[in-house]
């Protein structure tokens, strides 16, 4: 079974610039999930998908940052103007249906975001 | 606020010696508890999980210990292993199917 993609893997750009992250979940999987993980933290979660829908997007800072689903199946996250404390690494994780017992994340090796 | 502590940044352990990572939480309406392991350059992996309706579970060498008066969880692997040398997060979560509250991780070395 393949696992949850993500491309690219890593990123360098300037602050004020803008950047995108894709994510092509585990087949099937309906629950979809963007963290940011900053160095020395564990990761935090910016928003999650049910399908198309967004559950939970309640730490998303919606001034610079958006996240898509749009079929339901592959998600982007998009960040415009980048700052400087963007700078972390991007997770996307997904789970066959809501988080919980039985229904485990997987995670995806993540793209680490260096905004200079 | 951080409602899930991991207050041990680091650990190192002999060779076929138990490792206990520990855990603290603060709300009380966390129900369900995980521990994920995370390998340098790869994605969180889930390892073990345990409900709050329990106080304990196992699966091969790793143990979940929760104890809810205290609000702390630890996870026990025994015997350690250099594979198992990774950072470990817990997670937390209230309810079924709402969002993971991590931890800041807790990196394991194990020595040969």
């Known amino acids: 079974e393949a696992g949850v993609a993500q491309s690219p893997r890593y990123k360098i750009i300037e602050k004020r610039q803008s950047v995108a992250f894709w994510c092509n979940p585990i087949s099937g999987h309906a629950t979809l999930y963007w963290y940011q993980q900053i160095l020395g933290q564990g990761p935090k979660l910016l928003i999650q998908?049910?399908?198309?829908?967004?559950?939970?997007d309640s730490q998303l800072p919606k001034d610079r940052f958006s996240a898509e689903r749009l079929k339901g199946v592959d998600s982007t996250l998009k960040i415009q103007p980048a700052k400087l404390e963007d700078s972390a690494v991007y997770l996307c994780a997904s789970s066959f249906g809501l988080a919980g017992i039985g229904y485990e994340q997987y995670f995806g090796p993540g793209t680490r975001l260096t905004v200079t | 606020d951080q409602q899930v502590k991991q207050n041990s940044p680091s650990l190192s352990v002999q060779e076929g010696r138990i490792s206990i990572l520990n855990c603290d939480y603060t709300?009380?309406?966390?129900?369900?508890f995980l521990w994920y392991k995370k390998y340098p350059a790869e994605g969180p992996t889930f390892l073990i999980s345990i409900s709050s309706i329990k106080d304990k579970n196992e699966d091969g060498r790793f143990t979940v210990f929760l104890n809810k008066s205290a609000k702390h969880l630890s996870l026990h692997i025994v015997p350690s292993q250099p594979g198992d040398s990774a950072v470990y997060f817990c997670a937390a979560s209230a309810m079924a199917g709402n969002m993971l509250t991590f931890g800041g991780g807790t990196r394991l070395m194990v020595k040969p």
């Open positions: 709300n009380s309406m966390f129900d369900y």
């Open positions: 998908f049910q399908n198309n829908g967004v559950v939970d």
